[in-house]
């Protein structure tokens, strides 16, 4: 599963993007919801077990925004509908290119530092004149 689109997931259910975010997440919840309800009566078991899952996930990760696994779960659930619904790929696909967008012009600043003891660590975002050293 994909790395990006967890962090993806996690941040626009988190609230990044501000009101754009929002609807972009909305837009996820619509595009599950359409494809339930578009030929619900000829959805075969592993595209209803799909729809259905994610779902329920979708209001897990909404509960719970921080939960990293709810948004790995979604994230496969998701990933695994897209290879085997042609339909449901193509505009899942263009949902994921759309949301990045609105994560890449969020005017927040989301900076994390992990794994260990960090030394010289700088973090910034639209600064100008910086040196280091004499």
């Known amino acids: 599963m994909d790395q990006v689109l967890t962090e993806l997931l996690a941040s626009l259910a988190g609230g990044a ?16 919801r359409r494809f339930r309800h578009a030929d619900s009566d000829n959805l075969d ?6 729809v259905e899952r994610a779902e ?13 696994s709810a948004a790995v779960d979604l994230g496969t659930t998701l990933a695994q509908w897209s290879t085997v619904d042609d339909d449901f790929r193509i505009e899942f696909e263009a949902w994921v ?9 969020d005017d927040s600043v989301h900076n994390a530092v992990s794994g260990g003891t960090q030394h010289n660590v700088v973090q910034a975002r639209d600064i100008g004149n910086i040196s280091f050293g004499s």
């Open 97 to 105: 290119r759309h949301a990045q967008t609105v994560i890449v012009n």
């Open 17 to 32: 993007g501000g009101k754009l975010g929002e609807l972009a997440w909305s837009s996820l919840s619509e595009l599950v």
């Open 45 to 50: 078991a592993k595209r209803r077990q799909a």
């Open 56 to 68: 329920e996930q979708i209001t897990a990760l909404e509960r719970a925004p921080g939960d990293g």
